[in-house]
């Protein structure tokens, strides 16, 4: 299975946790809960805040 960005579309995916992935072109943690995408942008402190999705890429 190939996992792709759910932002950048990027194949430059990683795990990070027990489903928890990192993009490394975007710079952006996400998961998979329920069926829906959560998108994490990742602070200076290491810390995850949830990343409002731009209108553009919706």
Same mark, same amino acid.
């Given at each position: 299975?190939?996992?792709?960005?759910?932002?950048?579309?990027?194949?430059?995916?990683?795990?990070?946790?027990?489903?928890? #992935?990192?993009?490394?072109?975007? #710079?952006?943690? #996400?998961?998979? +809960?329920?069926?829906?995408?959560?998108?994490?942008?990742?602070?200076? +402190?290491?810390? !995850? !805040?949830?990343?409002?999705?731009?209108?553009? !890429?919706?």
């Amino acid at each position: 299975m190939v996992l792709k960005c759910p932002v950048c579309r990027g194949l430059q995916v990683g795990k990070v946790g027990s489903d928890q #992935f990192y993009c490394w072109a975007c #710079f952006l943690e #996400f998961n998979y +809960d329920k069926g829906k995408t959560n998108i994490y942008e990742v602070a200076e +402190d290491g810390t !995850l !805040l949830a990343w409002e999705k731009p209108s553009q !890429l919706l």
